[in-house]
């Protein structure tokens, strides 16, 4: 007899599905990150290179690119998508807010 799978629907962030206290920080980490290792993969750098670029040291390219975003602020991560050449729009909103007049838009 085989037991059925048990399956628990997402919230869309698996941080705060673990019940981590800054789910949402990690979350947006690893989005940013992995724009990051997108743009970084696209231009086939050797790690010497991504240091040059990124203005860090090697050792936090390698932890870079092994995903280890936690080990960078979103500012450090957003700053390294400006050194990569990427627009970035930030849309600043209350969060339960209807009133769209509230959104502000910022361009980095």
């Given amino acids: 007899m085989t ?14 599905d673990l019940d981590l206290e800054d789910a949402d920080e990690l979350f947006t980490r690893g989005k940013i990150g992995i724009q990051v290792l997108r743009l970084l993969k696209q231009r086939n750098l050797k790690q010497r290179e991504i240091s040059d670029l990124l203005g860090i040291p090697q050792p936090e390219v390698s932890h870079l690119m092994k995903g280890e975003f936690q080990r960078f602020s979103e500012g450090k991560l957003l ?30």
């Avoid at 037991?3 to 705060?16: D, H, K, L, R």
């Avoid at 700053?79 to 769209?100: M, S, V, Y």
Wanted: proline content about 5%; glycine content about 4%.
């Fill in 79 to 108: 700053t390294f998508l400006k050194r990569l050449d990427t627009e970035i729009t930030l849309h600043l909103r209350p969060r339960h807010a209807g009133n769209q007049d509230a959104e502000t838009v910022v361009s980095l």
């Fill in 3 to 16: 037991e059925e799978p048990v399956f628990e629907e997402s919230s869309g962030n698996v941080f705060a």
